[in-house]
Protein backbone atom coordinates (compact mmCIF):
# COMPACT_ATOMS: atom_id res chain seq x y z
CA UNK A 1 0.00 0.00 0.00
CA UNK A 2 1.29 3.37 -0.79
CA UNK A 3 1.64 5.63 2.29
CA UNK A 4 1.24 9.34 1.75
CA UNK A 5 3.56 12.14 3.78
CA UNK A 6 0.84 12.60 6.23
CA UNK A 7 2.69 15.69 7.10
CA UNK A 8 1.02 17.09 4.13
CA UNK A 9 -2.14 17.14 5.99
CA UNK A 10 -1.36 19.17 8.50
CA UNK A 11 -0.94 21.70 5.96
CA UNK A 12 -2.95 24.84 6.85
CA UNK A 13 -4.88 25.38 3.21
CA UNK A 14 -4.25 28.77 1.92
CA UNK A 15 -7.19 30.20 0.99
CA UNK A 16 -6.13 33.80 0.72
CA UNK A 17 -5.51 34.31 -2.70
CA UNK A 18 -8.22 32.44 -4.07
CA UNK A 19 -10.56 34.09 -1.34
CA UNK A 20 -9.64 37.49 -2.93
CA UNK A 21 -10.31 36.08 -6.16
CA UNK A 22 -13.62 35.05 -5.90
CA UNK A 23 -14.42 38.42 -3.73
CA UNK A 24 -13.19 39.99 -6.56
CA UNK A 25 -15.16 38.11 -9.05
CA UNK A 26 -18.39 38.88 -7.38
CA UNK A 27 -17.59 42.12 -6.92
CA UNK A 28 -17.04 42.41 -10.80
CA UNK A 29 -20.10 40.39 -11.67
CA UNK A 30 -22.37 43.00 -9.56
CA UNK A 31 -20.87 45.83 -10.87
CA UNK A 32 -19.50 45.04 -14.84
CA UNK A 33 -18.64 48.64 -15.45
CA UNK A 34 -16.33 49.49 -12.32
CA UNK A 35 -12.64 48.82 -13.76
CA UNK A 36 -11.66 46.76 -10.56
CA UNK A 37 -7.89 48.21 -9.70
CA UNK A 38 -5.07 45.91 -7.86
CA UNK A 39 -3.32 46.61 -5.48
CA UNK A 40 -2.54 43.04 -3.96
CA UNK A 41 0.21 41.74 -6.81
CA UNK A 42 3.26 40.31 -5.50
CA UNK A 43 4.44 40.17 -8.99
CA UNK A 44 6.01 43.00 -11.10
CA UNK A 45 4.55 44.40 -13.61
CA UNK A 46 6.73 45.86 -15.85
CA UNK A 47 8.75 44.80 -19.02
CA UNK A 48 12.44 43.37 -18.76
CA UNK A 49 15.37 46.34 -18.62
CA UNK A 50 16.55 46.55 -22.40
CA UNK A 51 20.05 45.80 -21.88
CA UNK A 52 18.71 42.02 -20.60
CA UNK A 53 16.74 41.27 -23.80
CA UNK A 54 19.06 42.31 -25.72
CA UNK A 55 21.67 39.82 -24.04
CA UNK A 56 18.44 37.34 -23.67
CA UNK A 57 18.29 37.31 -28.15
CA UNK A 58 22.04 37.50 -28.53
CA UNK A 59 22.12 34.38 -26.23
CA UNK A 60 19.51 32.68 -28.20
CA UNK A 61 21.37 33.36 -31.06
CA UNK A 62 24.10 31.55 -29.56
CA UNK A 63 22.51 28.28 -29.48
CA UNK A 64 21.22 28.27 -33.15
CA UNK A 65 24.64 27.90 -34.30
CA UNK A 66 26.79 24.08 -33.04
CA UNK A 67 29.86 26.92 -32.75
CA UNK A 68 28.12 28.60 -30.41
CA UNK A 69 25.58 25.60 -29.06
CA UNK A 70 25.83 25.32 -24.70
CA UNK A 71 24.24 22.31 -23.46
CA UNK A 72 24.57 21.26 -19.28
CA UNK A 73 26.35 24.49 -17.69
CA UNK A 74 28.39 24.63 -14.52
CA UNK A 75 26.85 23.07 -11.68
CA UNK A 76 26.98 26.43 -9.70
CA UNK A 77 25.86 28.59 -13.02
CA UNK A 78 27.98 30.18 -15.10
CA UNK A 79 31.44 31.67 -13.94
CA UNK A 80 30.58 35.28 -15.90
CA UNK A 81 27.65 35.25 -14.12
CA UNK A 82 28.84 34.47 -10.82
CA UNK A 83 32.00 36.65 -10.52
CA UNK A 84 30.09 39.56 -11.47
CA UNK A 85 27.45 38.76 -8.55
CA UNK A 86 30.36 38.48 -6.30
CA UNK A 87 32.10 41.27 -7.46
CA UNK A 88 29.05 44.35 -7.98
CA UNK A 89 26.56 43.10 -5.24
CA UNK A 90 28.72 42.39 -2.39
CA UNK A 91 32.61 43.04 -2.57
CA UNK A 92 32.01 47.03 -3.89
CA UNK A 93 30.01 46.76 -0.68
CA UNK A 94 33.15 45.83 1.28
CA UNK A 95 31.04 42.13 1.56
CA UNK A 96 33.67 38.96 1.57
CA UNK A 97 32.05 37.34 -1.00
CA UNK A 98 33.87 34.88 -3.63
CA UNK A 99 32.01 33.57 -7.04
CA UNK A 100 32.60 29.63 -5.55
CA UNK A 101 30.00 30.45 -2.81
CA UNK A 102 27.29 31.82 -4.89
CA UNK A 103 24.91 29.08 -6.42
CA UNK A 104 22.92 30.01 -9.75
CA UNK A 105 19.18 29.44 -9.57
CA UNK A 106 15.45 29.36 -10.59
CA UNK A 107 14.64 30.89 -7.73
CA UNK A 108 14.51 32.22 -4.36
CA UNK A 109 11.30 30.35 -3.56
CA UNK A 110 13.00 27.27 -4.21
CA UNK A 111 15.92 28.21 -2.69
CA UNK A 112 14.39 29.40 0.50
CA UNK A 113 12.07 25.81 0.52
CA UNK A 114 14.42 23.68 -0.13
CA UNK A 115 17.27 24.85 1.96
CA UNK A 116 16.08 22.91 4.81
CA UNK A 117 16.45 19.62 2.79
CA UNK A 118 20.35 19.63 4.42
CA UNK A 119 19.31 19.62 8.19
CA UNK A 120 17.91 17.02 10.37
CA UNK A 121 14.27 16.51 11.82
CA UNK A 122 14.55 18.11 14.69
CA UNK A 123 15.51 21.34 14.60
CA UNK A 124 14.19 24.17 16.66
CA UNK A 125 12.65 26.30 14.16
CA UNK A 126 11.98 30.47 14.44
CA UNK A 127 10.00 32.25 11.61
CA UNK A 128 8.65 35.35 10.98
CA UNK A 129 5.17 36.15 12.04
CA UNK A 130 3.41 37.71 9.22
CA UNK A 131 5.61 35.62 7.74
CA UNK A 132 6.17 34.45 3.52
CA UNK A 133 4.87 31.36 3.59
CA UNK A 134 7.17 29.30 1.61
CA UNK A 135 9.80 29.20 5.04
CA UNK A 136 6.60 27.20 6.92
CA UNK A 137 5.29 25.14 4.58
CA UNK A 138 8.35 23.63 3.37
CA UNK A 139 9.05 22.49 7.17
CA UNK A 140 5.92 21.09 8.02
CA UNK A 141 6.32 18.97 4.60
CA UNK A 142 9.64 17.68 6.27
CA UNK A 143 7.80 17.02 9.01
CA UNK A 144 9.22 19.78 11.85
CA UNK A 145 5.97 20.73 13.18
CA UNK A 146 3.08 19.74 14.87
CA UNK A 147 -0.67 20.58 14.08
CA UNK A 148 -2.38 23.63 12.71
CA UNK A 149 -3.72 25.29 15.81
CA UNK A 150 -5.26 28.81 15.76
CA UNK A 151 -3.10 30.09 12.67
CA UNK A 152 -0.23 28.62 14.22
CA UNK A 153 1.99 25.30 13.70
CA UNK A 154 3.12 23.62 17.23
CA UNK A 155 6.58 23.19 17.76
CA UNK A 156 7.83 26.54 15.55
CA UNK A 157 8.88 29.73 17.49
CA UNK A 158 7.46 32.66 15.82
CA UNK A 159 8.81 35.95 15.67
CA UNK A 160 6.81 38.73 16.74
CA UNK A 161 6.55 41.70 13.83
CA UNK A 162 4.84 44.15 15.47
CA UNK A 163 4.48 47.87 15.32
CA UNK A 164 6.61 48.09 18.90
CA UNK A 165 8.85 46.96 17.72
CA UNK A 166 8.91 48.45 14.40
CA UNK A 167 8.20 44.77 12.55
CA UNK A 168 11.97 43.64 12.92
CA UNK A 169 11.82 41.31 15.68
CA UNK A 170 14.42 40.66 17.92
CA UNK A 171 16.12 37.58 19.22
CA UNK A 172 14.18 35.43 21.49
CA UNK A 173 14.78 34.00 25.07
CA UNK A 174 14.97 30.27 23.89
CA UNK A 175 17.71 28.87 21.76
CA UNK A 176 17.03 27.85 18.35
CA UNK A 177 18.81 26.13 15.44
CA UNK A 178 17.40 28.04 12.42
CA UNK A 179 16.51 31.11 11.60
CA UNK A 180 14.29 32.74 8.47
CA UNK A 181 14.72 36.33 8.29
CA UNK A 182 13.32 38.54 5.47
CA UNK A 183 14.37 42.04 4.81
CA UNK A 184 13.15 44.16 3.17
CA UNK A 185 10.59 42.51 4.43
CA UNK A 186 7.27 40.62 2.59
CA UNK A 187 4.41 41.48 3.86
CA UNK A 188 5.19 44.32 6.47
CA UNK A 189 8.06 46.51 4.00
CA UNK A 190 10.28 46.93 7.01
CA UNK A 191 13.89 47.03 6.52
CA UNK A 192 16.86 46.10 9.69
CA UNK A 193 19.43 47.98 10.59
CA UNK A 194 22.52 47.02 11.07
CA UNK A 195 22.81 46.86 14.87
CA UNK A 196 19.31 45.07 14.54
CA UNK A 197 20.66 42.89 12.29
CA UNK A 198 24.35 42.39 14.08
CA UNK A 199 21.78 41.37 17.51
CA UNK A 200 20.99 38.41 15.26
CA UNK A 201 24.04 37.48 13.98
CA UNK A 202 25.58 37.55 17.75
CA UNK A 203 22.69 35.34 18.85
CA UNK A 204 23.67 33.00 15.85
CA UNK A 205 27.06 32.61 16.59
CA UNK A 206 26.08 31.89 20.56
CA UNK A 207 23.76 29.35 19.84
CA UNK A 208 25.61 27.48 16.96
CA UNK A 209 22.45 28.43 15.05
CA UNK A 210 22.13 29.39 11.05
CA UNK A 211 19.83 32.49 9.70
CA UNK A 212 18.63 31.91 6.13
CA UNK A 213 18.35 35.58 4.82
CA UNK A 214 15.99 36.20 2.34
CA UNK A 215 16.97 39.56 0.90
CA UNK A 216 14.61 39.42 -2.55
CA UNK A 217 13.80 43.24 -2.25
CA UNK A 218 17.60 44.19 -1.56
CA UNK A 219 17.46 46.79 -5.25
CA UNK A 220 14.65 48.66 -3.09
CA UNK A 221 16.72 49.96 -0.28
CA UNK A 222 17.36 53.53 -1.07
CA UNK A 223 18.25 54.53 2.38
CA UNK A 224 22.17 54.47 1.94
CA UNK A 225 22.70 53.73 6.17
CA UNK A 226 20.90 50.38 5.94
CA UNK A 227 22.59 47.17 5.35
CA UNK A 228 22.40 46.05 1.81
CA UNK A 229 23.56 42.58 2.22
CA UNK A 230 23.51 40.31 6.02
CA UNK A 231 27.41 39.82 4.85
CA UNK A 232 28.14 43.77 5.92
CA UNK A 233 27.70 43.00 9.55
CA UNK A 234 30.63 40.97 11.11
CA UNK A 235 31.00 37.44 11.64
CA UNK A 236 27.74 36.86 9.76
CA UNK A 237 29.60 34.71 7.19
CA UNK A 238 29.80 32.03 10.06
CA UNK A 239 25.97 31.81 10.85
CA UNK A 240 24.37 33.41 7.38
CA UNK A 241 23.22 31.95 4.35
CA UNK A 242 21.54 34.41 1.88
CA UNK A 243 19.19 34.38 -0.84
CA UNK A 244 18.94 36.71 -3.86
CA UNK A 245 16.27 37.05 -7.17
CA UNK A 246 16.55 38.38 -10.16
CA UNK A 247 13.04 38.34 -9.53
CA UNK A 248 11.83 41.94 -8.21
CA UNK A 249 15.10 43.77 -8.99
CA UNK A 250 14.86 43.24 -13.08
CA UNK A 251 11.49 41.83 -13.62
CA UNK A 252 12.44 38.45 -14.28
CA UNK A 253 9.56 36.53 -12.44
CA UNK A 254 8.66 34.67 -15.26
CA UNK A 255 12.02 34.99 -16.66
CA UNK A 256 13.20 32.81 -13.62
CA UNK A 257 16.85 33.38 -12.35
CA UNK A 258 18.02 33.83 -8.68
CA UNK A 259 21.24 32.85 -6.31
CA UNK A 260 22.22 31.88 -2.81
CA UNK A 261 25.37 32.56 -1.47
CA UNK A 262 26.63 30.15 1.28
CA UNK A 263 29.89 31.19 2.83
CA UNK A 264 32.79 28.35 3.55
CA UNK A 265 32.71 29.14 7.02
CA UNK A 266 29.13 28.69 7.45
CA UNK A 267 29.00 24.72 9.82
CA UNK A 268 26.18 22.41 11.41
CA UNK A 269 27.26 19.76 13.02
CA UNK A 270 26.69 15.80 13.73
CA UNK A 271 25.51 14.12 16.73
CA UNK A 272 28.92 13.73 18.07
CA UNK A 273 29.67 17.86 17.90
CA UNK A 274 31.39 17.27 14.70
CA UNK A 275 31.10 19.73 12.17
CA UNK A 276 30.00 19.81 8.42
CA UNK A 277 30.65 22.60 5.84
CA UNK A 278 26.69 23.95 4.58
CA UNK A 279 28.53 24.84 1.66
CA UNK A 280 29.57 21.17 0.89
CA UNK A 281 26.36 20.15 1.46
CA UNK A 282 24.14 22.47 -0.56
CA UNK A 283 26.70 21.67 -3.34
CA UNK A 284 26.12 18.27 -2.87
CA UNK A 285 22.05 18.58 -2.62
CA UNK A 286 22.30 21.68 -5.74
CA UNK A 287 24.14 19.27 -8.10
CA UNK A 288 21.87 15.83 -7.04
CA UNK A 289 18.57 17.66 -7.71
CA UNK A 290 19.37 20.71 -9.96
CA UNK A 291 20.48 20.93 -13.69
CA UNK A 292 21.05 24.51 -14.32
CA UNK A 293 19.62 27.77 -14.95
CA UNK A 294 19.55 28.19 -19.18
CA UNK A 295 22.42 30.12 -20.87
CA UNK A 296 20.29 32.70 -21.92
CA UNK A 297 18.68 33.29 -18.84
CA UNK A 298 22.28 33.55 -17.20
CA UNK A 299 23.25 36.17 -20.09
CA UNK A 300 20.08 38.03 -19.37
CA UNK A 301 21.03 37.89 -15.74
CA UNK A 302 24.47 39.06 -16.34
CA UNK A 303 23.64 41.92 -18.13
CA UNK A 304 21.77 43.27 -15.14
CA UNK A 305 25.10 44.13 -14.27
CA UNK A 306 26.71 45.97 -17.46
CA UNK A 307 26.80 49.85 -17.30
CA UNK A 308 23.12 50.25 -19.31
CA UNK A 309 21.62 47.61 -17.16
CA UNK A 310 22.19 48.94 -13.94
CA UNK A 311 20.93 52.54 -15.20
CA UNK A 312 17.60 50.36 -16.23
CA UNK A 313 17.62 48.12 -13.08
CA UNK A 314 17.77 51.20 -10.86
CA UNK A 315 15.22 53.43 -12.90
CA UNK A 316 12.70 50.22 -13.16
CA UNK A 317 13.13 49.92 -9.14
CA UNK A 318 12.63 53.56 -8.53
CA UNK A 319 9.31 53.70 -10.79
CA UNK A 320 7.80 50.96 -8.05
CA UNK A 321 9.33 52.99 -5.47
CA UNK A 322 7.44 56.41 -6.50
CA UNK A 323 4.33 54.35 -6.56
CA UNK A 324 4.90 52.92 -3.19
CA UNK A 325 5.50 56.73 -1.61
CA UNK A 326 2.22 57.62 -3.28
CA UNK A 327 0.75 55.48 -1.82
CA UNK A 328 2.21 55.72 1.89
CA UNK A 329 1.73 59.60 1.88
CA UNK A 330 -2.24 59.49 0.77
CA UNK A 331 -2.77 56.53 3.64
CA UNK A 332 -0.70 58.60 5.73
CA UNK A 333 -2.54 61.21 4.73
CA UNK A 334 -5.67 59.68 5.79
CA UNK A 335 -4.64 59.12 9.04
CA UNK A 336 -3.22 55.87 8.71
CA UNK A 337 0.11 54.44 10.45
CA UNK A 338 1.89 52.74 7.59
CA UNK A 339 5.41 51.28 7.66
CA UNK A 340 7.09 49.94 4.39
CA UNK A 341 7.11 51.65 1.04
CA UNK A 342 10.14 53.72 1.59
CA UNK A 343 13.22 50.80 1.17
CA UNK A 344 10.29 48.25 -0.09
CA UNK A 345 7.47 48.12 -2.75
CA UNK A 346 5.39 47.20 0.10
CA UNK A 347 3.04 49.16 2.40
CA UNK A 348 2.14 47.77 6.15
CA UNK A 349 -0.70 49.42 7.16
CA UNK A 350 -2.91 49.57 10.01
CA UNK A 351 -6.73 49.27 9.61
CA UNK A 352 -8.02 49.66 12.81
CA UNK A 353 -10.35 47.08 11.76
CA UNK A 354 -10.52 43.23 10.99
CA UNK A 355 -8.44 42.86 8.17
CA UNK A 356 -11.27 41.08 5.49
CA UNK A 357 -13.75 43.94 6.67
CA UNK A 358 -11.43 46.57 5.63
CA UNK A 359 -10.21 44.72 2.26
CA UNK A 360 -14.31 44.56 1.61
CA UNK A 361 -14.60 48.22 1.80
CA UNK A 362 -12.06 48.85 -0.25
CA UNK A 363 -13.06 46.80 -2.93
CA UNK A 364 -17.31 47.34 -2.58
CA UNK A 365 -16.79 51.04 -1.98
CA UNK A 366 -14.08 51.73 -4.21
CA UNK A 367 -13.31 48.80 -6.45
CA UNK A 368 -9.56 48.21 -5.28
CA UNK A 369 -7.83 45.12 -4.23
CA UNK A 370 -5.31 45.12 -1.41
CA UNK A 371 -3.99 41.82 0.50
CA UNK A 372 -5.52 41.14 4.07
CA UNK A 373 -2.86 40.77 6.67
CA UNK A 374 -4.48 38.32 8.20
CA UNK A 375 -3.37 36.01 5.34
CA UNK A 376 0.30 36.23 6.17
CA UNK A 377 -0.10 35.41 10.00
CA UNK A 378 -1.62 35.74 13.54
CA UNK A 379 0.42 39.78 13.76
CA UNK A 380 -0.95 40.81 10.68
CA UNK A 381 -4.71 40.88 11.96
CA UNK A 382 -5.84 44.17 11.35
CA UNK A 383 -3.32 45.25 9.00
CA UNK A 384 -3.49 45.14 5.11
CA UNK A 385 -0.60 44.96 2.33
CA UNK A 386 -1.13 47.12 -0.57
CA UNK A 387 1.64 46.98 -3.47
CA UNK A 388 3.53 49.02 -5.66
CA UNK A 389 3.43 46.62 -8.40
CA UNK A 390 1.89 48.19 -11.19
CA UNK A 391 1.21 51.27 -13.24
CA UNK A 392 1.67 54.66 -11.85
CA UNK A 393 -2.11 55.80 -13.39
CA UNK A 394 -4.23 52.90 -11.98
CA UNK A 395 -1.82 53.75 -8.18
CA UNK A 396 -3.17 57.51 -8.58
CA UNK A 397 -6.76 56.28 -10.04
CA UNK A 398 -6.83 53.91 -6.70
CA UNK A 399 -5.86 56.10 -4.26
CA UNK A 400 -8.04 58.77 -5.33
CA UNK A 401 -10.88 56.62 -5.27
CA UNK A 402 -9.62 55.15 -1.64
CA UNK A 403 -9.54 59.13 -0.45
CA UNK A 404 -13.04 59.28 -1.40
CA UNK A 405 -14.24 56.42 0.50
CA UNK A 406 -12.48 56.60 3.42
CA UNK A 407 -12.50 60.75 3.81
CA UNK A 408 -16.00 59.37 4.72
C1 LIG B 1 9.08 37.32 -4.58
C2 LIG B 1 9.81 36.74 -3.42
C3 LIG B 1 10.91 35.90 -3.61
C4 LIG B 1 11.43 35.61 -4.99
O1 LIG B 1 11.05 34.42 -5.48
P1 LIG B 1 11.55 33.88 -6.88
O2 LIG B 1 11.28 32.41 -6.76
O3 LIG B 1 13.00 34.18 -7.02
O4 LIG B 1 10.72 34.54 -7.94
C5 LIG B 1 11.57 35.40 -2.50
N1 LIG B 1 11.20 35.75 -1.26
C6 LIG B 1 10.18 36.60 -1.04
C7 LIG B 1 9.84 36.98 0.34
C8 LIG B 1 9.44 37.10 -2.12
O5 LIG B 1 8.41 37.91 -1.89
Do not use: T
Given at each position: MLRVN???????????FSDIAQRVAAFQKQNPHTKVIK?????VTRALPAACIQAFHHAVDEMASDHTFKGYGPDQGYDFLREKIARHDFQALGAEVSADEVFVSDGAKCDTGNFQEIFSRDLRIAVPD???PVYVDTNVMAGRTGNYVDGRYEGLVYLESTQENGYVPQPPSEPVDLIYLCFPNNPTGACATADRLKQWVDYARKEKALILFDAAYEAFIRDRSLPRTIYQIDGAREVAVEFRSFSKTAGFTGTRCAYTVVPKECMGFDAAGGGHSLHTLWYRRHCTKFNGVSYPVQRAAEAIYSDAGREQVRELVAYYLHNASLIRDKMTLLGYDCAGGDNSPYIWIKTGTDSWEFFDRLLNEAGVVCTPGSGFGRCGRGYIRISAFNNVDAVTEALERIAGVLRK
Open positions: ENYQKLAASYLLGIGDPVY
